[in-house]
């Protein structure tokens, strides 16, 4: 079956960095995503990657490795307003995309 | 300007009842998708439209009907609404394939709170 894992929630202090992981299992791969999801808000689009390696936009990064079936979302200098679900959601063969559950992150002061 | 509207944002009401929720998009985009988000935050995609045509439609309770006037419209009927059917509808479009990279990149309306009492 077609699965994403990642963690239910993680904590983080104000500054300091993160990463999210996320492990998939598709029939096929068209590419993976990552979205944020604020609280009592739609997600909105982050990254995506369909190559292997590290794609950086400002203070935030993803990476893929598809051998392993793995992504990351790092996430620098981490302000307040960075609290949010975090989204994966990897593309099968068929152009569908397959979510997780999400990452609720916390940020501490 | 709004990219994806979708009314109402919130809606309560009693079982057994028949609700409509709205989407339009602005943004040119071929496709649009109605996605359920329950409790759990699972995005459980329901129904996708590409240029009005039904391209993918999820084991879902024949209860749900979309339904798309033109390619900027996706509105979601449900009848004989069931506790179960309380969570947050989300619409979504994407671009053209001939967009490149971006193709796949879905943009989500605000939602709309769905609540059976």
């Known amino acids: 079956g077609q699965n994403i894992d990642q963690p239910t929630e993680m904590t983080a202090t104000e500054g300091a960095i993160v990463q999210i992981n996320c492990t998939y299992q598709t029939s096929g791969f068209n590419g993976l995503f990552w979205y944020q999801q604020h609280a009592g808000e739609a997600p909105t689009f982050l990254s995506y990657n369909v190559l292997d390696g590290l794609e950086e936009k400002g203070r935030f990064s993803s990476f893929l490795s598809r051998s392993k079936g793995y992504s990351y979302l790092l996430l620098k200098e981490l302000q307040m307003k960075d609290s949010a679900s975090y989204l994966c959601a990897a593309m099968d063969s068929n152009y569908q995309l397959i979510w997780g559950a999400g990452t609720k992150l916390i940020i501490k002061p | 300007d709004t990219a994806v509207s979708q009314t109402p944002k919130y809606l309560v009401t009693q079982m057994g009842n028949d609700k409509s929720i709205k989407c339009e998009q602005n943004l040119g985009h071929d496709t649009m998708y109605w996605y359920k988000q329950d409790s759990k935050k699972f995005l459980k995609i329901m129904f996708s439209y590409n240029n009005k045509e039904l391209i993918i439609n999820e084991t879902v309770p024949n209860r749900f009907s979309p339904k798309s006037p033109d390619k900027a419209h996706l509105n979601l009927h449900i009848n004989s609404l069931e506790l179960g059917d309380s969570a947050v509808y989300f619409c979504?479009?994407?671009?053209?394939?001939?967009w490149g990279s971006g193709a796949n990149v879905l943009t989500f309306g605000a939602g709309s709170r769905l609540t059976v009492l």
């Open positions: 979504a479009s994407s671009p053209p394939s001939g």
